[in-house]
């Protein structure tokens, strides 16, 4: 098994999810009897969207944001006991193990047992992003030594995260126009679990009646509340406060600009990437509709997909880069953090963002509220669980378990870390499978829980 995880990463290293995705979505349609150009066409189009958002315009912006931050925070010479290796070293390391070599097939089966006896729409077909699932069940087995625990959970995990999706996923389509669209992205769908949570208290407290959206600063200020232009003038404060006491250097201007540049860049690119991605959907999506209403009536399946396809709506954006200030701070003088956010410092703060801004419908003030509590909880467990993820780094091998002063640690967003922790033993794991399975079933069709939850509005017909 481990051969054949050694070649599934090779694989995905050389080509990529903007390759690998369309090819698997162009079988899947040809044995769903779709025309072969029609096939061909659409799985082009998936790959076009895929490869603007994942491999040009995410890296692109994400990494101007975090490296200029993250220069920052180093030139400041903090010490915490952790440091953050950055969410590619984990994917790679949970793929290494007994856990990742399984978590794909046991995935998908698991996805598709659910799927035929109603308990979800979502058909989650983002599966390089399984890791994080692999992630937590690797953590488990070490820890435990017991291989069927370490895999349960992470199968518990794949169990919040497509529930959680499902749950949201009329909101999500909404806000972000992104029909037939789902994430039960572990990442992303950890900032919509706080967000929900949230909602309903943030409510109460009077913050929606503030209307301060993308939309609402556009009408105010004109040309300077356009999304394009904001982007660009938030990420310039951000890199002049970055890049403080370096205003002398040519290098320096560079740098500020180009941020402000890709974030401008990003916005506007954005849509034009998802909207290639959606046309390419729509074949797979008509055909899918077509055999599941001659078998089920009324019922479709959602396709879940990664959450960069949410990151670079104007909201996601704005509340990201408040955020991403407000984490630097949080670095320094959150009590009790231990854990110093840096290879993922321009990934984390956007993900869990593009997770809270459909669920806030875009109130800027609960966003950024709901984010910074995401972020925390973040903080939290990832300096209770690096300890752990160092030791068990150390019998896996294959990365350096230290870096200068500081040990390697992970970046456990809130999901991955709930399922950790109900992961300990055998009874929080069979009632938290349980609990899920209930959710599925009964709480997901309570249109009147989704809407005090995630701010849908469903037809009263």
């Not at 349609?29 to 189009?45: C, M």
């Not at 949230?198 to 200020?221: A, M, T, V």
């Not at 002049?240 to 500020?256: K, R, V």
Request: overall charge negative.
């Amino acid at each position: 098994m481990g051969y054949f995880m050694d070649i599934f990463e090779q694989i995905m290293g050389t080509f990529g999810a903007a390759i690998i995705l369309p090819i698997f979505i162009f079988i899947v349609e040809l044995l769903l009897k779709i025309k072969p150009g029609q096939a061909f066409k659409s799985a082009i189009y998936i790959g076009v969207g895929l490869n603007g958002l994942i491999s040009i315009l995410n890296p692109y912006f994400l990494g101007a944001m975090g490296e200029a931050l993250t220069e920052m925070i180093t030139t400041q010479g903090i010490q915490l006991p952790y440091i953050d290796t950055g969410w590619g070293v984990l994917s790679a390391l949970s793929y290494s193990t007994t856990i990742g070599a399984a978590i794909i097939p046991v995935g998908l089966i698991v996805n598709f047992i659910l799927i035929r006896f109603n308990l979800t729409d979502t058909l989650d077909i983002d599966v390089w992003n399984y890791w994080q699932w692999a992630f937590i069940g690797t953590l488990i087995f070490y820890q435990t030594g017991n291989y069927l625990m370490g895999i349960t959970v992470a199968v518990l995990m794949e169990l919040i995260c497509i529930a959680l999706a499902d749950f949201a996923a009329p909101r999500m389509q909404e806000f972000f126009d992104l029909p037939g669209i789902s994430f039960p992205h572990g990442s992303l769908i950890s900032g919509t679990l706080v967000a929900m949570i949230l909602r309903w208290p943030l409510e109460k407290l009077g913050i929606f009646r503030i209307k301060i959206n993308s939309e609402s600063i556009q009408r105010r200020f004109g040309v300077f509340g356009d999304s394009v232009v904001v982007g660009f003038i938030i990420a310039c404060v951000i890199g002049l406060i970055a890049y403080a006491g370096q205003y002398g250097t040519m290098e320096t201007w560079a740098n500020i600009l180009t941020m402000g540049i890709a974030t401008g860049s990003f916005i506007y690119l954005y849509p034009k990437a998802t909207g290639a991605l959606l046309e390419g959907f729509n074949v797979l999506n008509e055909r899918a509709r077509d055999i599941i209403t001659a078998r089920d009536g009324d019922r479709e399946l959602d396709f879940g997909m990664d959450g960069a396809l949410a990151i670079g709506h104007p909201d996601t954006i704005t509340t990201g880069l408040l955020s991403m200030v407000i984490t630097v701070a949080m670095i320094f003088f959150l009590p009790g953090n231990e854990f110093l956010m840096l290879g993922d410092l321009g990934v984390t703060p956007f993900f869990l963002a593009a997770g809270t801004v459909a669920v806030m419908n875009g109130n800027l003030i609960a966003s950024v509220i709901t984010n910074i509590v995401s972020l925390g909880i973040t903080f939290y467990f990832s300096t209770w669980i690096s300890p752990v993820f160092n030791g068990i780094a150390r019998q896996i091998g294959g990365i350096d378990v230290e870096a200068g002063s500081a040990l390697v640690g992970a970046d456990i967003r809130p999901v991955a870390g709930v399922a950790y922790y109900l992961g300990q033993n055998w009874i929080l794991i069979i009632v938290s499978i349980i609990a899920m399975l209930v959710l599925m079933k009964y709480v997901r069709n309570n249109n009147k829980v989704r809407e005090i939850l995630t701010g849908h509005k469903f037809s009263r017909e």
